[in-house]
């Protein structure tokens, strides 16, 4: 017990540490803040592996791959709406070229007796990694492609646009049967660092290190992705966070405020937003490839606008716009309530029933109900976010001199 | 035409004999129309280097409309728009403003949510920060360039008198600090021209003769060439020389302010045919 917590804690510790050091105030030398905060965040971890329940510790961890996988697509959101105001609603479109483009990458072609029931265009059994930087390739390649015409135009035809792209992509997806097994879902997405948590181990971890993943069975394996999600929220955070707060976040932040101004200002307006676009839906690529290794098996109906383009909206609108922070904070919370409204549906099931007998069937359409009602509250009392936009843009920029 | 100017308005060298110096901006035969609405009519005239130069006209004359053809905001039907020499015609706004020429606009176009200061520190072009992976990989090249653009950015408040508003979001300005904001945003980008649209209106006295003493100082000190769009005929008579009247989208008369507001084509475009002085 002790061993698989101990195990457990250090995959935990990533996103714990780094809280942790982000919340030491800057005049701490960064190497203390490091350790300091890698110290306090594995004990933490410990404490929480060691106390909860496992059971509820497993939901804890899909739970928070889940948000993890949403905090990225906010924060391309947040590239694209928050800090440019190019109002993208087709989301799924760049999350679902992300995702099949890593599953086809990474996957193997079927062979055998698999060959007849799956179909898919390449499988190159590729790593993990080379999955991920193909899904922000060919995300960032179809933001080209959709950007290029529209970006020119009035900000209606990039909603349009992108609405129109996101089906399509959809649709592909659910037809091509040779592209990627149409209707069935493409099985087998590896598993990357699955090696921790089986028998032999990772061969090139030394000795040691390995040993101590070692109490680790199979069924543990959400605990690995947890810290590769966190991480990959942490390194784009981080990217996004050096780039916003430089001359090029100015540039987005005053396209975003006033095209003319800013084109008089020197700035190529057009080249600015179809940058900004594809860096966001590069990170939605991203967040793809995230998605479909914790999958395993993906199929069209995943990337529905509800999912993978409304939600997101609504995380981005909670959190707050234009703040990468507020971002992140606005996916975890807002999945949190997405599914706790879940609960609350299944708690409020007698009651509906003694409305009306078919009602507990149509329970789940409740939960839609409930987040319009949240999105109408943010919109009327928080109309920015939780954490709303910072005053300076540019680091160099703030009012203390020096 | 001889109560006009000392020199021939259609001189086809535009170059008055009180000052040799050469033209700096060109607009030869600029015709837009909208519609049916012929906004400019093929308009011709010249900018002198180092000269302040009016633009005024009754309401709808197209004097804004100049402005944008001259900036790259709206393509010319036809003619030319020439900056020293180099051929601006059909050029994008970004690329106006690379070569020189800045424009403030009528009703000013400031970046609400962004504060006084990082409005002028967006200006400076070649910012190597504005490429996504410089602050990446270059951060201490960026962040030297940015701190020398916060001193420059910090000088231009100081030289316009904003520097108490540095940080404050520029939406929360007043509308003649809104105005002296445009102005300081031009200074950013150490222009060759500055074409104003009206930057007096809505702007209470005090601050009018803020701006129009900067006016005179910038284009002493710096040899900042300006154009400028505006009513108050007061401000225009004692800043402006020449003046250039633009009726109807074409140049009806150009001369020193004296000359022109006693042209009778002048007055009768602005006041409809009834004869009598322009209020000065």
């Known amino acids: 017990m002790g061993d698989a917590a101990l195990a457990k804690s250090l995959l935990l510790a990533l996103p714990l540490a780094f809280l942790a050091a982000r919340a030491l105030p800057a005049r701490v030398p960064w190497i203390a803040r490091a350790l300091l905060g890698a110290a306090a965040g594995w004990a933490v971890a410990f404490v929480v592996a060691l106390v909860v329940p496992p059971g509820q510790m497993a939901y804890l961890v899909s739970f928070a791959i889940v948000g993890s996988i949403y905090a990225v697509l906010a924060l391309g959101l947040n590239v694209q709406w928050g800090y440019t105001g190019l109002f993208n609603i087709g989301i799924a479109a760049f999350f679902a070229i992300g995702a099949f483009t890593s599953a086809l990458v990474t996957t193997s072609m079927p062979t055998g007796a698999a060959a007849a029931f799956s179909q898919q265009a390449f499988g190159l059994g590729a790593p993990f990694l080379a999955g991920v930087v193909a899904a922000g390739v060919a995300a960032g390649v179809l933001a080209l492609l959709v950007g290029g015409p529209t970006l020119r135009l009035r900000e209606d035809y990039l909603a349009i646009a992108t609405i129109g792209i996101a089906e399509l992509v959809r649709l592909v997806f659910q037809n091509e049967r040779w592209l990627a097994n149409g209707p069935q879902p493409l099985r087998g997405i590896p598993q990357p660092l699955a090696c921790l948590v089986r028998d032999p181990g990772c061969g090139w971890l030394p000795p040691p290190l390995a040993a101590l993943f070692d109490p680790l069975a199979p069924r543990d394996y959400p605990y690995v992705y947890l810290a590769i999600a966190t991480l990959f929220v942490i390194v784009v955070y981080l990217v996004l966070e050096r780039a916003i707060r430089s001359p090029w976040g100015r540039v987005l932040r005053a396209v975003r405020e006033d095209e003319a101004a800013a084109a008089m200002a020197g700035k190529d307006v057009a080249r600015v937003r179809l940058q900004a676009f594809v860096v966001g839906a590069v990170i939605m690529g991203l967040g793809g490839a995230l998605y479909a290794h914790y999958m395993i098996a993906i199929d069209y109906t995943h990337f529905d606008a509800l999912y993978a383009t409304f939600l997101v909206w609504v995380m981005l609108m909670l959190g707050g716009s234009g703040n990468n922070r507020g971002a992140i904070l606005g996916a975890f919370a807002l999945w949190g309530v997405w599914t706790g409204a879940a609960f609350l549906v299944d708690l409020a099931r007698p009651v509906l029933a003694a409305i009306s007998s078919d009602l507990p069937a149509r329970g789940p359409y409740l939960r839609l109900l409930f987040i319009a009602l949240l999105m109408l509250f943010i919109l009327l009392y928080r109309p920015k976010g939780l954490i709303g936009e910072e005053r300076f843009v540019s680091r160099d920029s703030q009012g203390r001199d020096g | ?280």
């Open chain 2, 1 to 280: 035409m001889e109560r006009m100017t000392p020199k021939h308005v259609d001189d086809p060298t535009g170059i008055p004999a009180d000052a040799p110096r050469p033209a700096l901006l060109r607009v030869e035969g600029l015709t837009k129309s909208f519609g049916g609405l012929q906004a400019v009519n093929h308009c011709s005239f010249d900018v002198r280097a180092g000269s302040i130069t009016a633009l005024i006209g009754p309401n709808g004359a197209g004097k804004t409309t100049v402005f944008s053809l001259i900036s790259g905001f709206l393509r010319p039907d036809r003619g030319r728009v020439v900056l020293d020499g180099e051929d601006l015609t059909g050029l994008l706004p970004h690329q106006v403003f690379r070569r020189g020429l800045c424009r403030t606009f009528q009703i000013p176009r400031e970046h609400g949510s962004m504060t006084v200061l990082e409005n002028l520190m967006l200006v400076p072009p070649d910012q190597l920060g504005e490429r996504f992976w410089n602050p990446l990989l270059r951060p201490r090249a960026v962040r030297a360039q940015e701190r020398a653009i916060r001193e420059k950015a910090l000088e231009v408040l100081d030289l316009l008198t904003l520097s108490h508003l540095r940080d404050e979001y520029a939406a929360n300005l007043s509308g003649g600090q809104k105005k002296l904001l445009e102005l300081a945003r031009t200074l950013m980008a150490d222009p060759r021209i500055v074409l104003l649209d009206e930057p007096a209106a809505g702007v209470n006295p005090s601050l009018m003769a803020r701006i129009r003493e900067k006016i005179v100082q910038l284009n002493a000190e710096r040899g900042i060439t300006f154009l400028l769009i505006e009513h108050d005929i007061p401000l225009v008579m004692g800043l402006c020389d020449p003046v250039i009247v633009l009726n109807q989208g074409t140049k009806l008369a150009e001369g020193p302010p004296a000359i022109v507001r006693g042209d009778p084509r002048v007055l009768e475009a602005y006041l409809g045919g009834q004869h009598g002085a322009v209020d000065g």
